[in-house]
């Protein structure tokens, strides 16, 4: 049986998210899982490490490209989404694990990925900048084949990342934010 999709704003607002909220707002992070698709629509591939490139995306991706700020798209770059809220949707499901399916790229653990929003932050040596909060797309569902997939990961299917500045990120980086950085402070 096909998965009703209603339309959904590729931008999702602040005040729908719920995804992670850490009982500390001092928060520690890390990397738990890197996923790439080297051509749309094909299965992602774990990693234990991958090359960002900034403005490019990460090498390999079906997202590296020559420049996504000439097309003004620079939240094109990287997505991540909350190992917790992963957790919970498969639950949801009824599997075991979702993380690769979810066709995000950086799968965060205790990582409040609306404090990344607006702000600059660091993946291992990477600088990011968070641009916006997303919902999911019916090509995921299409993808997947899992009946339930939108609403296990409505208003919590990850945050949309420009990056900043070329180098590595592994499993198990941590995911800080930048010193000084603001909510919408300008990169």
Known sequence: MAQ????????????LWRGFLPAEPNWQ?????????????????????VRAFADRG?????????????????????SLIEDEVLEIAA????????GILTRRNIVTRGVPLIELLGR???VGSVRMRGIRLFEPCGHLVAVTKLPGIFKALEHRSGLKAAILSD???RVSDGVVL??????????
């Open 91 to 98: 639950r949801e499901l009824g599997l075991d694990s979702i």
């Open 4 to 15: 009703a999709i209603r339309p959904m704003p590729e931008e999702m607002p602040r005040e």
């Open 120 to 122: 600059e932050f660091n």
């Open 58 to 78: 990460l090498e390999g991706d079906r997202f590296y490209r020559e420049s996504w700020e000439a097309v003004k798209r620079s939240d094109k770059s990287v």
């Open 178 to 187: 930048a010193q000084n950085s603001r909510r919408g402070a300008a990169a």
């Open 167 to 169: 180098g590595d990120i």
């Open 29 to 49: 992070g890390s990397v738990k899982e890197i996923f790439i698709a080297r051509e749309s629509g094909q299965p992602m591939i774990s990693l234990s490490l």
